[in-house]
């Protein structure tokens, strides 16, 4: 264990309460100091999520709510010329979620066309299981709520 002049080491604070006035200063100091990610001694640029990668921009106007947009995302946009609508889906041709590069990536409109043209077996499935009907759980509810109506 390393002691250094005027610091108490990390485990001289295992076991030991602190006031919740100490815990609201340390708060405080944590979220001035790592307001920013990019402060962060694991920021590394961007993050990962659900395997794919996800870079911090707090311009974008499709950003999330902790100010992230996808990689592909943005690669693409780069290749267009223009913001992405938040219907349209990227598809990454080898499977690679993390594999960003421009020829590995292709637009599709809506996310009925990325299923089809990327999980054909998916589309298919969908397409028996429901006769090739619009399904929406909100207008089911109220078809079976239609029979208690009062007039």
Known sequence: MVFIKGHKPYNYWLGKSRSEE?????????KALYANPRNHPQYIGKIKRTGYWYIYNSTHP????????????????????RYLHPE???HHVNGIKTDNRLENLKLFSTHGEHTKYGHPDLFEKQK????????????EFKKSLSQYKIS
């Open 22 to 30: 100490t815990k609201q200063k340390i708060r405080n100091k944590l």
């Open 128 to 139: 028996i299981e429901f006769k090739g009907k619009h399904f929406s759980p909100r207008t």
């Open 62 to 81: 499709f950003r999330g709510k902790q100010n992230y947009v996808a990689e592909h995302r943005i690669v693409i946009e780069k290749s267009i010329g």
């Open 88 to 90: 349209e889906v990227i």
